[in-house]
C-alpha cells in the first residue's frame, strides 16, 4: 500500500532518522525520540546515513555535521539531489553555531541546534518540523 492510499492517523509513527556518531548521545536521543512515539532509525556515519535515507525514506532527518564519512552539508546536499527524498533535515551539532547555522540552512535545514539541546526544544522541532516543515522558523 502506498502512502496516497494509506490514511493518515494518530497512531501512525513517523519515522525520524537520527544521524549521530557519538554512541551516548545517539542512545538518548533514541530513547527520548522513542518515548515521544516516534520510530526511530540510527545512522553513526555518513555512508550508513545516505544508504539509509534511500532504503527507509524517513519522514524527518535529525544530522550531526561532523560525521565519519562524509560530512553533513555534504549528505545534505546528496540527499537533496534524490529524486525519492523531501524530509526535513534539522541539524544538531557541537560546532560553532556562528558559522554553521546559515550554511546549514542554506543546505536545506529547516532548524539548526548546537549541542546540547534540551530535549523539549528539540522535541517541538521534531513535532512542527512533521507537521508542516515550510513553517518552521530556521533560528533554533
Do not use: C, H
Amino acid at each position: 500500500m502506498t502512502n496516497s492510499w494509506r490514511k493518515e492517523t494518530d497512531m501512525e509513527r513517523k519515522r525520524i532518522l537520527l544521524v549521530e556518531d557519538n554512541e551516548d548521545l545517539l542512545r538518548g536521543l533514541m530513547t527520548r525520540l522513542k518515548a515521544n512515539g516516534y520510530e526511530v532509525l540510527a545512522a553513526r556515519d555518513g555512508v550508513q546515513a545516505t544508504t539509509m535515507v534511500r532504503r527507509e525514506n524517513p519522514d524527518l532527518v535529525i544530522l550531526d555535521l561532523g560525521l565519519p564519512g562524509g560530512d553533513g552539508f555534504m549528505m545534505m546536499k546528496r540527499w537533496r539531489g534524490l529524486s525519492t527524498f523531501a524530509a526535513p533535515i534539522i541539524v544538531l551539532t557541537a560546532r560553532d553555531a556562528a558559522s554553521s547555522r546559515a550554511a546549514s540552512i542554506e543546505a536545506g535545514a529547516v532548524a539548526f541546534f548546537q549541542k546540547p539541546v534540551e530535549n523539549r526544544q528539540l522535541l517541538a522541532a521534531v513535532s512542527m518540523a512533521l507537521a508542516k516543515p515550510e513553517t518552521l522558523a530556521p533560528s533554533y
